[in-house]
């Protein structure tokens, strides 16, 4: 009797223990949570890739920590103080990262993301006003440009992540974007380098990277010059330019700012973007690569008019020893064997999007056919409905078609690709007529 009683009363005290136990650990969970410092998930820098970084906070540390902050994609705030259209440069992205992410996971959120970002970004561009904050409890001050509010949307962190880094992949023209990306579970707050948070700072530079292109760059290229003098003519005009970098920790020396500023140096990403950027304006298909060839490294790949890709490497062309060198200019994988690109198998900040088979040889710009069939975009040999539905998408401005595909979209051959292209296609398709009625350019 008097041991069933003890060992009751021990059961009822230790259950006691166990729920003050319990809601002690609650109490200290929520406090953590609301108090937390940030957690910094990184690539680090390496060889002449910057450092990318995402800064991960809970809810009310970012409310609390954000001030001074004109821009939301959310309250449609990021409507642009100036007028896009006096700006051509803002279209000279990409959007190849965008549709690789109907290959993943969570595809429409990530395209979401994707879309506002370029909203947000294309204002805070051209906008006069100045940034905001972001203050970390750890007493971190990041310059805030605008923020994405993803309520509705659910995106791991890895997920936020891949979108913000494959989206500044794409848009080399936003020159000032951060390699840092703050983020909690329903924003996205999109930084910008210290040297441009000012509106004024911004414009003046912005200025002067257009008056680049347009002065120095765009008068080396022809309307009727073919894909491969396009791209010769950026290759060399670059390395005759600007100088190499040896400076890693200049920001500006990773992004477009560094080569079409008076700095006129760059590192790898810079002579990468400028490439990327250059050739898009032009209508010439080209995707930005990040890999290791002696150590971290940036570089391009490039479509050709026979369909092909091929490696560039304007970085390593820009030898001190000779004006101008093509050792890594369209080359194929037998003659690039010592450049490793990144991964979709990476996650996070280490992502990179699936990349299109390389030619094993190098490109001869000889063996490229004159002549371009008209209706057959994708190059085949026919012109059927996978032609109809790349000229669909285009005109529904789903995806972006470039160069010869571009020139073969054109049916009726009054530089646009438009509806009444599409019909044509259509029609084409339709009756039934044979592959060699169709004109060539």
């Given at each position: ?16 223990a ?25 690539r ?27 821009h ?18 803002l279209d000279?992205g990409?959007?190849y990262?965008?549709?690789d ?16 970002l370029?909203s ?9 006003s100045?940034a ?48 840092t ?12 380098y ?26 080396q ?19 005759k ?8 920790s ?42 290791y ?6 570089w ?8 092909q ?6 970085t ?44 094993d040889?190098d490109?001869d710009?000889g ?49 646009n ?6 019909m ?12 060699n009625?169709v004109?060539?350019?």
């Amino acid at each position: 009797m008097c041991r069933n009683s003890w060992s009751g009363w021990f059961y009822r005290l230790l259950t006691g223990a166990f729920i003050l136990a319990a809601g002690a650990m609650y109490i200290m969970c929520s406090c953590i949570e609301a108090n937390a410092e940030e957690i910094q998930v990184f690539r680090e820098e390496s060889g002449d890739l910057e450092l990318l970084q995402g800064v991960e906070l809970s809810e009310l540390e970012l409310e609390e920590g954000l001030a001074n902050l004109k821009h939301s994609t959310k309250r449609g705030a990021t409507q642009s103080e100036g007028n896009e259209e006096e700006y051509p440069i803002l279209d000279y992205g990409s959007d190849y990262g965008y549709q690789d992410m109907t290959k993943r996971s969570n595809t429409d959120s990530r395209q979401y993301l994707y879309r506002q970002l370029e909203s947000g970004c294309r204002a805070f561009t051209i906008s006069e006003s100045d940034a905001g904050t972001v203050t970390t409890s750890g007493g971190s001050v990041y310059s805030a440009a605008f923020e994405v509010d993803l309520t509705g949307y659910d995106l791991s962190s890895d997920e936020k992540l891949e979108v913000y880094f494959t989206f500044r992949h794409d848009n080399p023209q936003f020159f000032w974007l951060s390699n840092t990306v703050v983020y909690s579970s329903r924003k996205v707050i999109v930084l910008t380098y210290d040297d441009y948070k000012t509106g004024a700072a911004r414009k003046a530079a912005f200025d002067e990277i257009v008056n680049t292109v347009e002065t120095v760059y765009r008068p080396q290229i022809s309307s009727s010059d073919s894909l491969y003098e396009k791209t010769l003519a950026i290759h060399d005009t670059l390395i005759k330019e600007i100088d190499y970098s040896y400076d890693t920790s200049v920001a500006i020396a990773h992004s477009i700012a560094g080569a079409l500023t008076s700095q006129k140096s760059a590192v790898c990403e810079g002579y990468a973007k400028v490439m990327q950027l250059l050739m898009n304006s032009c209508e010439v298909e080209n995707i930005y690569i990040t890999g290791y060839a002696n150590g971290g490294h940036a570089w391009n790949l490039v479509r050709m008019s026979d369909g092909q890709y091929y490696w560039l490497d304007a970085t390593w062309d820009d030898q001190t020893s000779i004006i101008y060198q093509h050792v890594y200019f369209l080359v194929g994988n037998e003659s690039f064997t010592d450049h490793t690109a990144d991964t979709p198998e990476g996650t996070g900040i280490s992502f990179l999007y699936e990349l299109p088979a390389v030619s094993d040889k190098d490109y001869d710009p000889g063996s490229t056919p004159g002549e371009i069939p008209l209706g057959d975009i994708n190059m085949d040999g026919t012109i059927n409905l996978f032609d109809l539905v790349m000229c669909l998408n285009h005109v529904a401005q789903k995806t972006t078609i470039y160069g010869d595909a571009w020139i073969a979209a054109d049916v009726n051959e009054d530089g646009n690709v438009n509806l009444f292209d599409l019909m044509s296609l259509l029609n084409y398709i339709a009756v039934s007529y044979e592959q060699n009625s169709v004109l060539y350019y």
